[in-house]
């Protein structure tokens, strides 16, 4: 590891409790930000939107695909960050799409509603 300057060189004979939790709630949120892209992809799929299924399933895919083990100690920290890169953009797109609104969802129940219940959501 060898960063920040002077520190030495390897991973550490023992984990702080700082770092552990630190461990245990990155798993926890990349874990769950691959389940919503997986459960997105089934929602795009119910509504025949092929590119956004694709692009969700690939997401969670690449995501998971980078942050499992094994690692190498070279290589852990660039993994993470593009899987934080990868992730992040998948869930602005998916924000960015849900906030243009139910017609940008195309679902029955969507295409069902009011204007005005269309806006509170």
Same mark, same amino acid.
């Given at each position: 590891?060898?960063?920040?300057?002077?520190?030495?060189?390897?991973?550490?004979?023992?984990?702080?409790?700082?770092?552990?939790?630190?461990? =245990?709630?990155?798993? @926890?949120?990349?874990?769950? $930000?691959?389940? @919503?892209? $997986?459960?997105? %992809?089934?929602?795009?799929?119910?509504?025949?939107?092929?590119?956004? +299924?694709?692009?969700? @399933? %690939?997401?969670?895919? @690449?995501?998971?695909? $980078? +942050?499992?083990?094994?690692?190498?100690?070279?290589?852990?920290?660039?993994?993470?960050?593009?899987? %934080?890169?990868?992730?992040?953009?998948?869930? %602005? =797109?998916?924000?960015?799409?849900?906030?243009?609104?139910?017609?940008? $969802?195309?679902?029955?129940?969507?295409?069902?509603?009011?204007?005005?219940?269309?806006?509170?959501?």
């Amino acid at each position: 590891m060898g960063w920040p300057v002077g520190a030495p060189e390897g991973l550490p004979g023992h984990l702080s409790v700082n770092s552990l939790l630190h461990t =245990v709630f990155a798993a @926890a949120a990349f874990l769950s $930000l691959i389940a @919503a892209g $997986l459960v997105f %992809a089934r929602r795009f799929a119910g509504q025949g939107r092929r590119g956004r +299924t694709v692009y969700s @399933a %690939a997401t969670s895919v @690449a995501t998971f695909v $980078l +942050t499992v083990p094994p690692w190498s100690e070279d290589s852990a920290s660039l993994r993470f960050a593009a899987a %934080a890169v990868i992730i992040s953009s998948w869930l %602005a =797109v998916v924000s960015w799409w849900l906030r243009a609104g139910p017609q940008a $969802l195309s679902s029955p129940y969507c295409a069902a509603m009011s204007s005005e219940e269309a806006q509170r959501l």
